[in-house]
């Protein structure tokens, strides 16, 4: 409402934010589940990260890829006040920190 980023991702509105030490899901601002994979003790140099995500009209099924591999997938329903299609197609964000120092989206 007042033009500022929020402080953590999970913040942002109509979010499902993975992420985090110890790693968990985050659904609205809600955590949904916690996460087996530890991107901060696994995620090495050159390593390449994948997130395919699909959407119902009530549902929403996250998985994320390391180096080809499945990592892990959390389900969770869809809030009653993100329905769509009349909030338009999801948009991506890529939260990084640590030791990261390079992105590339393909």
């Not at 659904?27 to 003790?41: H, I, N, T």
């Not at 050159?46 to 890829?65: C, N, P, Q, R, Y």
């Not at 948009?91 to 640590?98: I, K, Q, R």
Request: net charge negative; proline share 10%.
């Amino acid at each position: 409402p007042d033009g500022q980023m929020p402080e953590q991702a999970l913040q942002l509105p109509r979010s499902l934010v993975l992420g985090g030490d110890p790693p968990k899901a985050y659904l609205a601002g809600k955590e949904v589940a916690k996460l087996s994979w530890r991107p901060l003790l696994e995620v090495t140099l050159k390593s390449v990260l994948g997130v395919w995500l699909e959407m119902t009209a009530d549902h929403l099924t996250i998985s994320i890829f390391q180096d080809g591999d499945l990592k892990c997938t959390v389900e969770a329903p869809v809030p009653e006040d993100w329905k769509w299609p009349g909030l338009g197609p999801p948009n991506g964000l890529v939260d990084v920190s640590g030791t990261v120092t390079c992105v590339a989206l393909r």
